[in-house]
């Protein structure tokens, strides 16, 4: 079995600021493990994604994510937040045979 | 940029109506996803579909949903007598086949706001 638990439902920060969105996971094997973002009224868009290869991983926009397996943790950052990261991110978990989890998201505001 | 595109993008029904919604994947992918999103709750597995079979399906999928593949495109999900709990955000989602292991990225279309009334 496995689940991810985002640990804030709303997150804000300032622009220019440092955004951290924190999520931890569960998975009885080597976990494939994402991020996503949603703009408002739009689709599911792939922030980046997490296969073992690296445990420090850059996605788009600026972001990044570390993936700790002592921690069960895949932290999502990014040094300096624009006002076009007011979104909704979701951390998700996959199986080998693609049915992602979806973590129950966090909602980003931010302020000028 | 090869994107996935869903049509109709909303779809207002009467409860015990047929609906249709469609989606067109990423052309060389080989994987085939429906999710759907209730308002204010989370993003929910429904099927994963492969080389013309269901792979997996959650308790969400009974007997209400169907999928399909009716060409070389097009990726269908029915739902057979609609019902006002199945008011929903659905995404399409689509992947390509595994180079090094683990689940692949999928990628999302832009979705069909369902509202059965």
């Known amino acids: 079995a496995q689940s991810v638990t985002q640990l804030d439902s709303h997150v804000s920060v300032s622009e220019g600021t440092p955004v951290l969105l924190r999520c931890n996971y569960s998975s009885s094997y080597s976990p494939s493990l994402f991020w996503y973002v949603q703009h408002p009224n739009k689709g599911l868009q792939l922030l980046l994604k997490y296969t073992s290869a690296a445990t420090l991983v850059k996605g788009i926009n600026g972001f990044e994510a570390e993936f700790k397996k002592s921690e069960t943790s895949f932290h999502l950052t990014k040094p300096s937040a624009h006002m076009s990261d007011a979104a909704e991110y979701f951390c998700?978990?996959?199986?080998?045979?693609?049915?992602?989890?979806f973590g129950a998201g966090t909602q980003v505001v931010v302020t000028p | 940029e090869p994107e996935v595109t869903q049509t109709p993008s909303h779809q207002v029904t009467q409860m015990g109506q047929e609906v249709i919604l469609r989606c067109v994947p990423i052309s060389n992918h080989l994987y085939f996803y429906w999710y759907r999103q209730i308002l204010g709750q989370k993003v929910e597995f429904l099927v994963s579909f492969y080389n013309n079979e269901i792979s997996e399906k959650s308790e969400i999928f009974d007997d209400q949903f169907s999928v399909e593949r009716p060409d070389g495109s097009n990726f269908t999900l029915k739902i057979r007598s609609t019902k006002l709990e199945d008011s929903a955000m659905y995404f399409c989602?689509?992947?390509?086949?595994?180079?090094?292991?683990?689940?692949?990225?999928?990628?999302f279309g832009p979705g069909t706001r369902l509202l059965v009334l």
């Open positions: 998700v978990v996959g199986n080998s045979w693609g049915k992602l989890q």
């Open positions: 989602a689509s992947s390509e086949p595994s180079r090094s292991g683990g689940a692949d990225p999928q990628y």
